[in-house]
């Protein structure tokens, strides 16, 4: 979201943003026992993640008279 | 008899003259607010539709416009222009074409030549997309490494997996530095897993831009040091078909092929992309294969929408661990493993509308998604003495890939990487030493 606004006789630049994110990981490891091609194998681990974010952000960007 | 000659040559050339007057119209397309050139900018002639568009420097030429008419000149993301013109207009002059209130800045980039972005706080550098065509990269990294502030450590490949690092980070699969493709993030899983497992083709991009500062704020995880955002090509103003095809040594082949135009406010653009290279040693070849298509759309005078799939396929040969400073100085393109091997797939959709309720409000949404998944060969290794590697392997694969070792006098220090080997009971012998990896990835 970005608004201009007027105060303090000057032009004001307000932005903000909201983020949700989500991510799965799977993440398996095998030890091939017979041809190096082998898509199979022993399994040495394997591992899951999931991860949920929420973050987000207000700025303003203040102009206040001349100071220059 | 000289005098009839020089009054034909005088009325020849008043009539010549005339005509060029009548017949073009030249001009200047640029950017209000940098008042840098606009390239490929669409200039029309209302009447029959003939046009033109701008060269790299914002000219263009009008050719066959007769008497009282009008130009509309188009740029995608900024407001057309309509011009009147007479018999007598030959020049227009600068033309300024203002950034249309509905353009998104994630995914419209300027054409201008400038080597920093205005308005962002901080530091920012961008490679201009007139620099990049210049430059014709063979990767991302090429160009990456002439922006201050970056550092680059070399890997296999054509920037696949890329290590950059931004002001001393980490660089290990640019790990700390936020990748951005249009402005979303690019790795497989930027929070959880943020390894550069995917980096786009250098072929496809219009400009990078590399991020540094306060206004990091803005963008997701890992913003501690930088972000770079590559922004791909967006459909051009006038419909075109382009081919590019590059070959090189080591059986580099590069072939792109798109199309994509404006039809009123519509922008749309389909294009694949394919690669292919041996790489810089044995057993490291690339083959990339990219398809994508977007669209963007100028819904009404307040609202535009992106929308863009795009699908990767890379199939390598990916080598970890296969020299030792004694082998590099044998011959450092040798590199007897073969079975090290990458294999992935990226599917992505991004979504972004914009929406302005009044001339002081707008709102942007985005909604992004990509799923991607690795299939990883790691060869299983074992660090032998030079002398000692005949002994360990057998005759067998030793003649096939370690031959150059024969007859050569070795040190106390000489070290050779090969494949593990395996004895299984007291005779029989096995190279197994190959780990299949896998992992997939969704956001």
Known sequence: ?68 | MNKKITIILISFLAISNWVFSQENITGKVIDQTDLQPLIGALVQLQSSGNGTVTDEQGNFELTNANGNDKIIIKYLGYDEIIIEVTAQTSDLGRIELQLANTTLDEVIVSASPNNYKGGFKGSNFRINPIALKNINPLSTEEVLRTVPGVNIVGDMGLSNRPNISIRGSWGRRSQKVLLMEDGTPSAPAPYIAPGAYYNPVSDRLTAIEVYKGADMLRFGPNNMYGAINYITAMPPQKPELRVKLIGGQRNYQTGLLSYGGTWNNLGALVEGVYKKFDGFTDNSSVEVLNLNAKIFAKLSDNQSLYFKVSGQFEDNQASLSSQTPFTFDNDPTQNPLDADQFTMRRYGVDIIHKWLPNSNLSFTSKIYATDFERDWWKQVTAKVKASEVKSYIGDEIFNDRYSYLDGKIFGEEDYVIVGRVLTVGKVQRIVVGHTPFRDSKKQ
């Open chain 1, 1 to 68: 979201m970005n608004y201009d606004w007027q105060a303090f006789g000057g032009e004001h630049h307000l932005e903000a943003a909201i983020n949700f994110h989500r991510e799965t990981f799977k993440d398996r490891f095998l030890v091939a026992d017979s041809s190096r091609w082998a898509r199979n194998g022993a399994t040495t681990a394997d591992l899951w993640y999931r991860l949920w974010s929420v973050n987000g952000f207000i700025r303003n960007e203040f102009n206040i008279g001349k100071w220059v």
